[in-house]
């Protein structure tokens, strides 16, 4: 069968997507996105160049392509949009329509969609539009919280005390962003990420990965979109029990059936992030899409075909049996441009070496004459493969290593020591 696919975002997220739909069959990809992403361009029958958010440009290149399906990467078309207009042409979009999108959008709407359908798994909160109650909340309360703005950030918007801010660094935060905020139970524990298809009925899960947000080794500086991620050959994680896993994703269910009671229909991607503290998994939050770096590690793991699961999530119709992973590790490591993500140094020429048969993926990176250069954001990445956790670092390592310019990486992702430092941890506070 022949299906003529858009493709929306330029990330590495994205070139992962795109790359998955040229491995099915009868799939033709037009793609739309800010800028030009050489991976992603060269996998595409058609591109366009235009600001991912400007629905009616997006929409009228679809048309004009004659694409029957889109798939979108980031969040910030579906806030603006985008499902909604594609689905007013006959387009069907995986990706949630922009009521559904507020799931992460929307981080008041999350939380109270959660307690109001008696959701597990939701820490304590209060939400607030007014800086100088959420400052007096905080102070009476004298407890430590999770600071984080009700709308979208990019996944760099959290402030959390004891962390980041003390007390009066947190009440300058939230002076900053405009007294918009939830003030969330501070959570401890062990961050894992659990991706599911969505298609408006049933959830079907995908492998469980580990991202790493801070910029440097050892967990240590500012939060970054994610430094890179791991995944293990039996698809969990060793700090997450069989009962934590099952507890994930009966929440995730249980979201997609709130948002059914409340007449919202959700088809595409649902990320839930989540933290195995001493009293199970709780929500860190929702995202209506796939995670960047984590897409990278499991559309490479892919066994089964894209094109398909693309179909069945806008037909309804899917089921366990048409998603297969492959029964290996993955490591994917992103190069980020020095001084990222403060003070990023852009227009650097950055030179690709010998990556041995890690997978390359572009991300924020412009291509000049066969030369490529760095943006304000992620570079690329390179995901390696292996029967175990150490074959697919050292694949990744090395490939990661091969790159020379003014990019860095994280050695430590996707190590036996990192992974031992999390079970520790978990010993600890279960
Ligand atoms: P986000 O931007 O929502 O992905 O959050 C960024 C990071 O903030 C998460 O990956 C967590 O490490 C941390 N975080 C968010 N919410 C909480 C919470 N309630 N307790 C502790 N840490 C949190
Ligand atoms: N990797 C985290 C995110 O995509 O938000």
């Known amino acids: 069968m022949d299906m003529k696919i858009l493709v929306v975002g330029g990330g590495g997220r994205e070139h992962a ?35 991912e958010t400007d629905i009616p440009s997006v929409v009228a290149f679809a048309r004009e392509c004659g694409v ?5 990467g980031p ?22 329509a922009r009521g559904a999108a507020r799931i992460e959008t929307d981080k008041e709407f999350c939380r109270n969609l959660m307690k109001k359908h008696d959701i597990p798994g939701c820490p304590a909160f209060a939400a607030f539009h007014d800086v100088d109650a959420a ?25 959390i005390m004891g962390e980041h801010v003390d007390v009066e660094g947190a009440k300058e935060y ?7 905020v939830v003030l969330e139970e501070r959570l401890i524990g062990e961050e894992f990420t659990l991706m599911t298809f969505v298609d408006g009925e049933h959830v079907v899960p995908m492998p469980l990965v580990q991202d790493h947000k801070r910029a440097y080794e050892g967990d240590e500086g500012p939060n970054t979109g994610g430094m890179g991620s791991y995944s293990m050959p039996d698809h969990m994680l060793p700090f997450v029990t069989e009962d ?22 959700y088809k595409g991607f649902l990320y839930g992030q989540f933290m195995v503290t001493a009293n199970g998994p709780m929500v860190i939050e929702f995202n209506a899409r796939f995670g960047d770096p984590e897409a990278m590690n499991l559309l ?17 119709t899917l089921a366990a049996e048409d998603v297969s992973f492959l029964h290996k590790a993955s490591v994917c490591k992103y190069l980020v441009p020095e001084g990222y993500p403060g003070n990023p140094q852009k227009g650097e020429r950055i030179d690709v070496g010998n990556y041995g048969d890690a997978v390359l993926y572009y991300a924020n990176v412009t291509e000049e004459n066969g030369a490529l250069y760095t943006q304000t954001s992620r570079t690329l ?37 990192v992974l031992e430092r999390r079970m520790q941890h978990m010993r600890e506070i279960r």
Request: charge should be negative; hydrophobic fraction near 45%; charged fraction near 25%.
């Open 17 to 51: 997507l795109t790359e998955a739909l040229s491995r099915s069959s009868g799939v033709t990809i037009c793609s739309v996105m800010s800028r030009k992403n050489p991976g992603i361009a060269a996998l595409s029958e058609d591109i366009f160049l235009c600001s």
């Open 68 to 72: 029957r399906y889109a798939v979108v």
């Open 75 to 96: 969040e910030a078309p579906l806030e603006a949009g985008l499902a909604d207009a594609l689905a007013s042409e006959g387009i069907a979009c995986v990706g949630p």
């Open 135 to 159: 400052c007096a909340y905080l102070e009476e309360s004298g407890r430590e919280f999770a600071i984080k703005p009700i709308g979208l950030t990019g996944g760099k918007g959290v402030k």
């Open 174 to 180: 939230i002076r900053e962003i405009g007294g918009e």
């Open 244 to 265: 934590d896993y099952a507890e994930a994703v009966a929440i995730m269910e249980g979201v997609l059936a709130a948002m059914r009671t409340e007449g919202l229909v």
């Open 300 to 316: 490479t793991l892919l066994s089964s075909d894209f094109g398909v699961i693309v179909r069945k999530i806008a037909e309804g």
């Open 381 to 417: 990445a390179f995901v390696g493969l292996g029967d175990t956790l150490e074959e697919a670092e050292e694949k990744a390592e090395r490939a990661a290593a091969s790159v020379t310019g003014a990019v860095r990486h994280r050695t430590d992702i996707g190590t036996r020591k």
